[in-house]
Structure formats: C-alpha cells, structure tokens
C-alpha cells in the first residue's frame, strides 16, 4: 500500500499496533532497520514488515504466514497515499 506517512512513522505505528492486539494475533519487535521490521507472535508467527520511499509517499509491504488478518487491520489505519488501498 501507498500511505502519506514516512516509513518511520508507519514502524513506530506498527510497534503498538501489534503489541496491543490479542494474545492470539499480536506480535512484538523483534529486529528493527531503517526500512524493515519483524515481529514474532507469541505462537512463533513472524510478521515481515518494509518500508520504501516512492514518488512522495512511502511504500509498506508485509508477509506473514498466519497473520494476515492483523496485517490487513493494520493498513486499514495508515492514510493512503492515493485514495485508496493498492
């Protein structure tokens, strides 16, 4: 997805987003870079998040395995770049 935030601000979101799910859908920090994050469930789920400059928004791109529903309700709370959801 395209959001107007700048990448740190969606990793700082993504930090208490995740930690303030359910035990059964939340992840905590585990590995932390200027352009990326990953998140570990407390089940071993692993939550691969990035962060990439584009045209004057910031591209966000995410993979999990069982996580899915978490990721999605997460980019459902970032504004879009464009207007909607790509």
Known sequence: MLTTLSGDEVIARAKVFFAERNPLSSAF????????????????????????????????????????QAIGRFFSTLPCADGVLS
């Not at 352009?35 to 999990?64: C, K, L, N, P």
């Open 29 to 68: 920090l585990e590995h932390e870079g200027p352009t990326h994050a990953t998140f570990r469930g407390q089940g071993g789920e692993e939550i691969a998040m990035a962060v990439v400059a584009a045209d004057g928004a910031t591209r966000v791109r995410a993979s999990t395995l069982l996580l899915d």
